[in-house]
């Protein structure tokens, strides 16, 4: 009798945990059916390789950085090097004249396979991994003990059953299976306003850069600012936070042949009130040292609040010396990392559920491309900052207002006239009452729980959050994986790391 697994969500933790699981499956000839469960087309690549984040935007890393664990690289670049003149046809068709320019600049690197330091579009990477999963379905289609069926489908509901479980589906059809990989990427974004407002036509208010797709969104804002182009109407674009996706909507209006009008402009809301930095500065790091982390080195037991404090005074120091995230991130991760070996399992616990996204937030990065486009516009005179946490967006007669806290002095403040508003805030926690119907559903089952970084699921040494529940993906943030805690699970070098050892844990338990 074969054992039935299903995967509920196909991005890349569960590709790269099929990769080497359908290896370990065909060698050992156990009979299994596979089942690869998800909502949208975007099968084993997910929203940030696939087509909802579409072939115009970057990395926001490196790609040393992006896949840090080199053979996994090699893979990838030697795949680049075989299927590059196809690549950069697709890259260059689809892009504006930041793409072209991406090209030309980046042209001779590429054609010497010097792939490490560039920030490469992103569906490079995703088309790469669709083509390994298809590798790997061939192979199942040649072996006589294995299945793999694709179901698009929105998964709302699970029962366990005496030996395995029954997931319901948005359409009210079931499917039975043993096990459960529940792989479901990032939470939704928060909800700051109330989409179902007439809005007018002069106007634009987008609540996910990525759905249905980044082009449709970006092209609808494109519309606006020609039709406001047009009559000569200043437009002020209000983009709510500074993150990757924040960066990739400024990167890509700023393409648009709507936006050149110098009557356009951007405003970004963030907590710091600053954008990632991308520039190492030499001369000032030869004056920085992690003096308060360098000085816990002498203690053999730690506490997590002992480590975070120390990072904190250090980065403030870094801060004194106008010192950004990007000359500071190496020797502060370094000189965190070696401390942990310290902490007992519960600190680890403790430093993955409160400290390491908060020591994130203060270590944002972004490549040149990026922040050259953010540079221009200051140039230009036409890219401001506000310091503040959201508070409220209201819809008026000819223009959104904005409400939010200031950092500095703690009382709401105003401002008026933005006539394009993009929602780049971030996800909303497991603890929000806008999470997914499933994970209420799956809570109420008490087939998982919330761990306290509140923004994963606790899991158990085999990965499991119940008996044959696996948990893949960002959903690991805030636990230890073999001893070692994970705090951030949306980077692709971890995702890697913790979806090969969930593909042991799965293989051994079959």
């Known amino acids: 009798m074969s054992e039935k ?11 790269y945990t099929l990769i080497p699981l359908i290896d370990k499956l065909i060698t ?16 084993y690549q997910g929203v940030p390789y696939g087509k909802q984040s579409g072939e115009a935007v970057l990395l926001i890393n490196d790609l040393k950085s992006f896949i840090p664990i080199e053979a996994y690289r090699k893979n990838f670049t030697d795949w680049l090097d075989v299927n590059l003149n196809d690549l950069i046809d697709d890259f260059s068709s689809t892009g504006c004249e930041l793409s072209k320019s991406w090209i030309i ?5 590429m054609r010497a396979g010097n792939w490490d330091n560039l920030y490469i579009p992103r569906f490079f990477f995703g088309k790469y991994i669709k083509d390994q999963i298809d590798k790997q379905i061939l192979k199942v289609k040649e072996s006589d003990h294995i299945t793999i069926k694709e179901i698009k489908n929105e998964a709302i509901d699970i029962q366990r059953l005496k030996n395995g479980f029954d997931i319901q589906f948005i359409d009210k059809s079931t499917l039975r299976c043993n096990k459960i990989v529940l792989s479901t990427g990032s939470l939704p974004n928060k909800k700051i306003f109330k989409s179902n407002l007439k809005i007018p036509h002069t106007l634009k208010y987008v609540d996910n850069l990525y759905q249905p ?21 200043k437009t002020s674009i209000l983009v709510l936070g500074a993150n990757a996706s924040g960066l990739e909507a400024i990167y890509r209006i700023f393409d648009q042949t709507s936006f050149k009008s110098e009557l356009n402009t951007f405003t970004c809301l963030s907590t710091h009130g600053t954008m990632p930095d991308g520039k190492i ?35 403030d120091f870094a801060e004194s010396l106008n010192l950004g995230a990007a000359s500071t991130v190496s020797r502060i991760s370094k000189g965190f990392g070696k401390l942990l070996t310290r902490l007992n399992k519960d600190e680890l616990i403790k430093f993955a559920c409160y400290h390491g996204n908060q020591i994130g937030r203060r270590q944002r990065c972004a490549g040149t491309h990026y922040l050259s486009v953010i ?28 409400e939010f806290l ?39 089952k008490k087939l998982a729980s919330i761990n306290a970084s509140k923004i994963g699921l606790k899991v158990d040494g ?27 699970l949306e980077h692709c070098g971890r995702i890697i790391w913790s979806s090969k050892i969930l593909s042991e844990k799965i293989y051994n338990d079959v």
Not at 463 to 487: C, H, T, V
């Open 462 to 488: 085999d990965m499991q959050s119940s008996k044959n529940f696996y948990i893949a993906g960002p959903m690991l943030a805030g636990n230890l994986i073999e001893d070692r805690a994970l705090w951030h």
């Open 406 to 444: 200031s950092s500095e002095q703690n009382l709401i403040n105003t401002q008026l006239n933005f006539h394009i508003v993009i929602n780049c805030l971030g996800s909303v926690n497991l603890e929000s009452p806008h999470i997914p119907e499933l994970y209420k559903n799956i809570f109420k």
């Open 105 to 109: 600049n980046n042209s001779d690197d």
């Open 281 to 315: 500065n030499h001369e000032k790091l030869s004056r920085f040292n992690t003096i308060n982390l360098d000085d816990l080195l002498k203690y053999n037991t730690l506490t997590a609040d002992q480590i975070a404090e120390a990072v904190n005074k250090d980065l």
């Open 28 to 43: 050992a000839k156990k009979k299994v059916n596979l089942y690869i469960i998800d909502k949208t087309e975007n099968f």
């Open 213 to 233: 797709t980044i082009d449709n969104n970006i092209n609808e804002v494109a519309k606006v600012l020609a039709l406001r182009n047009k009559n000569k109407l």
């Open 5 to 15: 697994i299903s995967f509920i969500g196909a991005g890349i933790a569960s590709s």
């Open 375 to 402: 540079d221009e516009l200051i140039k230009e005179q036409r890219f401001f900052q506000i310091k503040g946490r959201f508070n409220n967006l209201e819809l008026c007669d000819n223009s959104f207002k904005l």
